[in-house]
């Protein structure tokens, strides 16, 4: 005897032994947290500090490293489709679907993280430098798909009920602030070295060891993620569903499609915000104590956001309380470019309080995706977590690709000076442009993304709850 739903069942007998299953518990958040700390200890050190290591220690200019990040990017993208296709058609098993993927792939992941920083690339000729940061850059990103995939898409397999499911995203979203926090403020204090002149320059060989430090840790807490989820939302396919309706589905999620917009939008500022602050405190403030800061509140004010996130989407709902934060964000930095503020302090509190709305959404989408997953089912009656976590997973790649893109031609345009030594004394109007940068690009992303949510995403908090109660009836959790 089977349940049947659409193209998905489950047997009784299976029931029986869900029913073992401990209930979603503190033990879920801890270790849905920790996954998104381990990611982030690599993704803090990669996406923030991979740019300045390439332009001012191996001294390949920023043009160049633009078009490395966004290739690469492109192939990730395609890379995290297929990766979600194949943990939607993997073999169910006693662990689950996708917990299998973080115990097999922590290893070469956090390996090929050491390998972008091993020092001995800065003596290559710049030919051979290019072609061991492009080879490189390349697996790194195949590798990560390789784990985010699949640790994305267990968030909707941990647990149905869609309180659970924002307090899952609200707990990746600390863990995320932790590994990026940590990772923001403790990097530009170590990596720096002072030149024979008396001037700070960043070290190679310093950042070699930084990079075994992260991933270290990233390793462990990939462990703890493993040993501490369970996938209760475990659903067996009947039979594969044909490419041609899998893509007809995807088609026909709305929600899906606005949120891949929104998400290009979203992550070409977190990433353009890393690099951009970066540069800002690098050059234009020239203080690496006021940069890790900065860095800090990029990750730090979605931890002081958590307590207050489920209260919010709770009255409000998750569409209407993101669109609202992501509005004032925006007003925040263009009031900040026309003041054109001198004080890096002074530019500390403003930054901190437009962070906040940034904050709020980052928070919030996960809990998103798995609403956008629900819908899928809910519309096409096919449940493929995997494939639409790797579909939207390819829109926040597309994001990171135009964002390397962006920064590295941004520079090269505005004139930044690439370097071999630790950096180069840069113009006072390249200066003045990497100010403009740091303040309009966001302004312009984080207004972007909330029009876009407003105009176009169906799921209000209305329409997720009725979701949510039909899509209960339809699956057998456990």
Known sequence: MRVKAGDMSLDIEEEHELSKVAPFSLRDKIGYMSGDLANCFILGLVNSFLMIYYTNVLGVSGAVVGSLFFFSRIIDAFTDVTIGRMCDVSVLTKEGRFRPWIRRMKWPFCLI?????????????????????????????????????????????????????????????????????????????????????????????????ISIICASLAFLFYNVTYQMTTERVQVSKSEPVKAKHLVSGMLKNRALIILVIVDVFIVINQILAGTNMTYLFNDYFQNKQALSIALLFTYGTVAVLAPFASKLTSKFGKKEASIAALILSSALYVLMFFLKISNPWVYLVFLFVATLGAGLFNLMVWAFITDVIDYHQWTTGQREDGTVYGVNSFARKFGQACAGAIGGIMLSIIGYQASTTGGA??????????????????????????????????????????????????????
Not at 133 to 141: L, P, W
Not at 435 to 455: G, H
């Open 113 to 209: 993280t050491i390998i972008l920083f091993l020092p001995f690339t800065n003596s290559l000729p710049m030919g051979g430098k290019m072609i061991y940061i492009f080879i490189t850059y390349i697996v790194f990103g195949i590798f990560l798909s390789a784990i985010n995939i699949p640790y994305g898409s267990m968030a909707a397999a941990i647990s149905s009920e869609p309180e659970d499911r924002v307090v899952l995203s609200t707990y990746r979203s600390v863990g995320s602030a932790i590994g990026g926090a940590s990772t923001g403020f403790l990097i530009p204090i170590f990596m720096y070295v002072t030149a024979a002149n008396g001037q700070q320059v960043i070290s190679g060989n310093r950042f070699f060891i």
């Open 425 to 478: 004394i840069q113009s006072p109007e390249v200066i003045d442009r990497i100010y403009t940068l740091a303040n309009l690009v966001p302004a312009a992303c984080l207004l972007i993304s909330a029009l876009i949510l407003f105009f176009g995403y169906p799921l209000n908090r209305d329409v997720t709850e009725r979701m949510g109660c039909e899509l209960r009836e339809i699956n057998k959790i456990r």
